[in-house]
């Protein structure tokens, strides 16, 4: 390995956030799938949960959108909402999910600097009534133009852009925070030697 390759993929590894993560529930393109992923990678997100209770699993995703993206995240799948939920909280404090509803907060009006999963829907329906079940809250991206929703890449992206915001304005990437088995594991798993 490279000196240049080591340092990269060190900081990666010293950049990935331990206390955010997105769930996806039912997204039926592997496109959409891979482009919520390269996001992931891009903000420092490391494990990306994926409920398939109602569409069959991907066997694979979108090779252009993620740009080999998943290869470098721990992504978790599940068949069943009660077992993908039942891991999710017990990693994360909260969770809350995009919806398009009256009560809803608006996304920048959020503390995403906390230990939180977000959780985004289908591409047709949203987030369904029996996933919504498990939230602590929903969230809104706010529009102004007459089409009131987004595609579900583009709402993830802005949604943890605004995280990557908010995380980095509090020191969040400023030193490693992944746990120390989590990270040897990585260490490992990305063939990262003591040195290069």
Same mark, same amino acid.
């Given at each position: 390995? %490279?000196?240049? &390759? /080591?340092?990269? #993929? =060190? ?9 955010? %993560? !997105? ?5 039926? *393109?592997? @496109?959409? !799938?891979?482009?919520?992923?390269? %996001?992931? $990678? ?10 398939? $209770?109602?569409?069959?699993? @991907?066997?694979?995703?979108?090779? &252009?959108?993620?740009? =080999? ?29 995009? @919806? ?11 503390? #995403? =600097? ?9 591409? %047709? /329906? ?32 802005? =949604? ?17 925070? #992944?746990?120390? &088995?989590?990270? *040897?594991?990585? &260490? ?9």
């Amino acid at each position: 390995m %490279t000196p240049q &390759r /080591f340092n990269r #993929l =060190t900081s990666v590894l010293n950049h990935r956030q331990p206390d955010l %993560t !997105v769930v996806l529930e039912n997204v039926f *393109d592997p @496109h959409n !799938v891979s482009a919520v992923m390269r %996001t992931c $990678d891009a903000v420092g997100i490391q494990d990306v949960y994926i409920l398939n $209770d109602r569409v069959p699993p @991907h066997k694979k995703w979108g090779y &252009r959108s993620s740009s =080999t993206a998943a290869e470098w995240l721990s992504v978790h799948q599940f068949d069943n909402a009660e077992e993908c939920f039942k891991e999710v909280k017990e990693k994360y404090e909260k969770l809350f999910v995009s @919806h398009l509803g009256e009560n809803s907060a608006d996304l920048y009006s959020m503390d #995403l =600097t906390a230990s939180m999963a977000l959780v985004f829907g289908n591409e %047709t /329906f949203g987030v369904s009534d029996h996933i919504r079940k498990y939230a602590d809250g929903e969230f809104i991206i706010p529009q102004v133009g007459i089409i009131k929703s987004l595609n579900i890449s583009v709402a993830c992206a802005v =949604t943890l852009y605004e995280a990557f915001r908010q995380k980095s304005k509090k020191g969040h990437y400023e030193n490693p925070r #992944l746990p120390g &088995r989590q990270y *040897d594991d990585l &260490r490992k798993q990305w063939k990262l030697p003591d040195a290069p």
